[in-house]
Nanobody
Framework: QVRLVESGGGLVQPGGSLRLSCAASGSSAINAMGWYRQAPGKQRELAATITVLGTTNYADSVKGRFSISRDNAKNTVYLQMNSLKPEDTAVYYC???????????WGQGTQVTVSS
Protein backbone atom coordinates (compact mmCIF):
# COMPACT_ATOMS: atom_id res chain seq x y z
CA GLN A 1 0.00 0.00 0.00
CA VAL A 2 1.04 3.56 -0.67
CA ARG A 3 0.76 6.17 2.02
CA LEU A 4 0.58 9.86 1.14
CA VAL A 5 1.25 12.51 3.76
CA GLU A 6 0.46 16.12 2.91
CA SER A 7 1.67 19.27 4.61
CA GLY A 8 1.78 23.02 4.05
CA GLY A 9 -1.84 24.11 4.13
CA GLY A 10 -3.10 27.02 6.17
CA LEU A 11 -4.66 30.46 6.17
CA VAL A 12 -3.31 33.10 3.81
CA GLN A 13 -4.47 36.52 2.64
CA PRO A 14 -5.52 37.10 -0.98
CA GLY A 15 -2.46 37.58 -3.15
CA GLY A 16 -0.33 35.48 -0.83
CA SER A 17 1.52 32.23 -1.40
CA LEU A 18 1.62 28.74 0.04
CA ARG A 19 3.62 25.63 -0.77
CA LEU A 20 2.09 22.21 -0.33
CA SER A 21 4.16 19.05 -0.02
CA CYS A 22 3.14 15.41 -0.32
CA ALA A 23 5.47 12.55 0.52
CA ALA A 24 4.68 9.06 -0.74
CA SER A 25 5.90 5.94 1.03
CA GLY A 26 5.38 2.22 0.58
CA SER A 27 6.39 1.94 -3.06
CA SER A 28 9.12 2.98 -5.46
CA ALA A 29 6.83 2.53 -8.46
CA ILE A 30 4.91 5.80 -8.35
CA ASN A 31 3.98 7.16 -11.76
CA ALA A 32 1.86 10.28 -12.02
CA MET A 33 1.28 12.42 -8.95
CA GLY A 34 -1.04 15.32 -8.58
CA TRP A 35 -3.08 17.70 -6.53
CA TYR A 36 -6.85 17.87 -6.52
CA ARG A 37 -9.06 20.18 -4.52
CA GLN A 38 -12.58 20.21 -3.16
CA ALA A 39 -14.35 23.36 -2.07
CA PRO A 40 -17.39 23.22 0.23
CA GLY A 41 -20.45 22.05 -1.66
CA LYS A 42 -18.49 21.30 -4.81
CA GLN A 43 -17.03 18.23 -6.46
CA ARG A 44 -13.37 17.38 -6.24
CA GLU A 45 -11.48 18.85 -9.19
CA LEU A 46 -8.05 18.66 -10.71
CA ALA A 47 -5.56 21.37 -9.80
CA ALA A 48 -2.34 20.02 -11.32
CA THR A 49 -0.61 16.77 -12.20
CA ILE A 50 2.94 15.75 -13.05
CA THR A 51 4.30 12.57 -14.60
CA VAL A 52 7.44 10.79 -13.48
CA LEU A 53 9.23 12.43 -16.43
CA GLY A 54 8.06 15.88 -15.37
CA THR A 55 5.25 16.55 -17.84
CA THR A 56 2.75 18.85 -16.15
CA ASN A 57 -0.93 19.59 -16.57
CA TYR A 58 -2.89 22.41 -14.92
CA ALA A 59 -6.51 23.37 -14.54
CA ASP A 60 -7.25 26.58 -16.42
CA SER A 61 -8.20 28.26 -13.15
CA VAL A 62 -4.67 27.88 -11.72
CA LYS A 63 -2.48 28.28 -14.81
CA GLY A 64 0.15 30.95 -14.37
CA ARG A 65 -0.32 31.00 -10.58
CA PHE A 66 0.38 27.43 -9.43
CA SER A 67 3.45 25.35 -10.17
CA ILE A 68 3.75 21.62 -9.57
CA SER A 69 7.08 19.85 -9.20
CA ARG A 70 8.42 16.58 -7.84
CA ASP A 71 11.53 15.00 -6.40
CA ASN A 72 11.54 11.42 -7.64
CA ALA A 73 14.35 10.42 -5.28
CA LYS A 74 12.18 11.46 -2.34
CA ASN A 75 8.85 10.38 -3.88
CA THR A 76 7.59 13.84 -3.05
CA VAL A 77 5.40 16.23 -5.01
CA TYR A 78 5.07 19.95 -4.37
CA LEU A 79 2.51 22.57 -5.28
CA GLN A 80 3.67 26.17 -5.18
CA MET A 81 0.61 28.40 -5.09
CA ASN A 82 1.06 32.11 -5.78
CA SER A 83 -1.39 35.00 -6.19
CA LEU A 84 -3.95 33.07 -4.19
CA LYS A 85 -7.60 34.03 -4.48
CA PRO A 86 -10.54 33.40 -2.15
CA GLU A 87 -11.89 30.93 -4.72
CA ASP A 88 -8.78 28.79 -4.18
CA THR A 89 -10.12 27.97 -0.73
CA ALA A 90 -10.54 24.20 -0.55
CA VAL A 91 -9.23 20.99 0.88
CA TYR A 92 -6.28 19.96 -1.27
CA TYR A 93 -5.69 16.25 -1.80
CA CYS A 94 -2.55 14.57 -3.01
CA UNK A 95 -2.96 11.76 -5.53
CA UNK A 96 -0.51 9.14 -6.76
CA UNK A 97 -0.72 6.26 -9.22
CA UNK A 98 1.22 3.11 -8.35
CA UNK A 99 2.07 1.28 -11.55
CA UNK A 100 2.61 -2.27 -10.21
CA UNK A 101 -0.72 -2.26 -8.38
CA UNK A 102 -2.33 -0.21 -11.17
CA UNK A 103 -4.11 1.71 -8.47
CA UNK A 104 -4.39 5.29 -7.35
CA UNK A 105 -4.03 6.47 -3.78
CA TRP A 106 -5.17 9.60 -1.96
CA GLY A 107 -3.83 11.61 0.92
CA GLN A 108 -5.95 12.74 3.85
CA GLY A 109 -6.19 16.31 2.55
CA THR A 110 -4.90 19.65 3.77
CA GLN A 111 -7.03 22.77 4.19
CA VAL A 112 -6.12 25.93 2.30
CA THR A 113 -8.08 29.04 3.23
CA VAL A 114 -7.63 32.32 1.39
CA SER A 115 -9.24 35.14 3.29
CA SER A 116 -8.56 38.61 4.55
Amino acid sequence: QVRLVESGGGLVQPGGSLRLSCAASGSSAINAMGWYRQAPGKQRELAATITVLGTTNYADSVKGRFSISRDNAKNTVYLQMNSLKPEDTAVYYCNAFERFLAKEFWGQGTQVTVSS
